[in-house]
């Protein structure tokens, strides 16, 4: 295994290795800019881990830097995705392997991943402590089946009448501030440079793909909330399925707007073109709600932290922490 820092990612020479199956070179200008762009980037830290076997690349794992707020303080930890492995290596646990690597960085102590398949949590959990997160889907629906939305049509109409949203291409100030301005221990830190970055890079590398910011306002212009979604196009056994994430939202008073609200207030800036909305929950009480509203209960997401020197002895509750779809690198690759 083979780590590749920042510094080397900037000057984009990869000559000594053999990529004859281009495994480093597929999508790499996509992340290269997302990596470097990255407001926690810092040039000395690991970038990829490369799976290689006598010169020849077959395996790739990026990785990206991120920071955790654990109660009053804030942390440098990693976190990763994009895992390439060639398809005549599959099967030799050079996934694995490389993952195993990535965790044992020496230059941080913890190390964070996001939203794994079934079959990856089964290996990972073996070794890391995993966050089972509830997970919602909202079918959007047209023509005369909209009779189904009647309680989202409801509350909407009520929402718009307090409230006005606005999709903006700059994040303003208060928005960072804003989801900094939470109780839970454990968080990662969203400031509104994060927010931009996130809102300005992607690496999927289609077309169809993007990410929205959207900001709520009060009758007298004031700030309440916003939220961010992701729209990804998605094709499955030749069916082409456009898909929304209510990815990351945060409100000044939970009381007067609710997750809940920035959801429904999330569904109607969605293009037609959409057929489902996915989210997470916040707590029981949120998917009870979102249900009542028509979400439809869907098993749950894996988070997973390594706390390599045992540092956090209740970094395994989900109530300790606070929790969006667009954690990790969720926002970039998913």
């Known amino acids: 295994m083979i780590k590749i820092s920042f510094d080397e990612l900037r000057q984009n020479d990869f000559s000594r290795f053999s990529d004859a199956e281009g495994i480093l070179s597929s999508g790499l200008e996509l992340y290269r800019k997302a990596q470097l762009d990255n407001p926690y980037t810092d040039d000395t830290s690991t970038a990829y881990v490369l799976a290689v076997?006598?010169?020849?690349?077959?395996?790739?794992?990026?990785?990206?830097?991120?920071?955790?707020?654990?109660?009053?303080?804030?942390?440098?930890?990693?976190?990763?995705?994009?895992?390439?492995?060639?398809?005549?290596?599959?099967?030799?646990g050079i996934g694995s392997r490389m993952m195993d690597e990535a965790m044992e960085l020496e230059e941080s102590d913890l190390y964070y991943g996001a939203l794994y398949t079934r079959a990856a949590y089964d290996i990972i959990r073996k070794k890391d402590t995993m966050l089972e997160i509830p997970h919602y889907v909202k079918f959007i629906h047209k023509g005369i089946k909209c009779i189904l939305d009647l309680p989202v049509i409801?509350?909407?109409?009520?929402?718009?009448?307090?409230?006005?949203?606005?999709?903006?291409?700059?994040?303003?100030?208060?928005?960072?501030?804003?989801?900094?301005n939470d109780k839970h221990k454990y968080m990662e830190v969203h400031t509104t440079e994060w927010l931009q970055w996130t809102l300005d890079n992607m690496?999927?590398?289609?077309?169809?793909?993007?990410?929205?910011?959207?900001?709520?306002?009060?009758?007298?212009?004031?700030?309440?909330?916003?939220?961010?979604?992701?729209?990804?196009?998605?094709?499955?056994?030749?069916?082409?399925i456009n898909l929304a994430y209510f990815a990351e939202w945060a409100t000044s008073d939970t009381s007067r707007l609710d997750e809940v609200d920035l959801n429904i207030l999330a569904i109607e800036t969605v293009s037609s073109a959409v057929d489902r909305l996915w989210t997470i929950a916040d707590n029981a009480s949120t998917g009870k709600a979102l249900q009542r509203h028509g979400y439809k209960r869907r098993g749950w997401l894996a988070m997973s932290i390594r706390d390599k020197k045992h540092q956090y002895r209740d970094i395994g509750d989900v109530s300790q922490w606070r929790l969006r779809y667009g954690c990790c690198n969720t926002m970039l690759v998913g």
């Open 154 to 180: 409801i509350r909407s109409a009520i929402l718009k009448r307090r409230f006005t949203v606005e999709r903006l291409t700059t994040v303003p100030q208060w928005a960072g501030e804003m989801a900094m």
């Open 53 to 92: 076997v006598d010169d020849l690349i077959v395996g790739r794992h990026m990785m990206l830097n991120t920071k955790l707020k654990v109660g009053d303080e804030i942390i440098d930890i990693k976190t990763g995705g994009g895992i390439l492995i060639s398809s005549k290596s599959r099967g030799m």
């Open 203 to 240: 690496a999927t590398g289609i077309p169809t793909d993007f990410n929205q910011f959207h900001a709520v306002y009060d009758k007298n212009h004031e700030p309440v909330g916003f939220f961010m979604t992701i729209v990804r196009t998605v094709t499955k056994n030749g069916e082409t």
